[in-house]
């Protein structure tokens, strides 16, 4: 018996024939077409017709998959090491201004 659900963007699912975990990538209903991507990282485009004769389960994210969530976070990460950067050019800048006076006092010196 095929359970017919309608595809949802981000939504994962398992085709209990085939025994394959996949995520919805996007759904064009202009065109009838799913863009899925298995748990391996293959993606695929199937037409609605062929989305609807599966035969699907909801299924929850595998461990360990790298998901857009996670590439977003990964984005706010390099953020936040940018931050981190421009705090050390800051120390930097006082490490120069450092040896420049140290410079200057060794000049006054003679």
């Known amino acids: ?31 009838e077409i799913v863009e899925i991507q298995y748990e391996n990282g293959d993606i695929e485009a199937i037409d609605l017709d062929t989305w609807h004769e599966l035969d699907l389960e909801h299924a929850d994210e595998p461990e360990g998959w790298a998901s857009d969530d ?3 976070q990964d984005d706010d990460d390099w953020d936040e ?9 800051d120390d930097d800048e006082d490490d120069d201004l450092d040896d420049e006076d140290d410079d200057y006092d060794d000049n006054n010196d003679t």
């Open 1 to 31: 018996m095929a359970r017919d659900y309608d595809p949802v963007k981000g939504q994962w699912y398992e085709d209990l024939e085939e025994n394959e975990i996949f995520k919805v990538l996007s759904v064009d209903p202009d065109e």
């Open 70 to 72: 996670e590439d977003d």
């Open 81 to 89: 090491d940018e931050e981190d950067d421009e705090d050390d050019w």
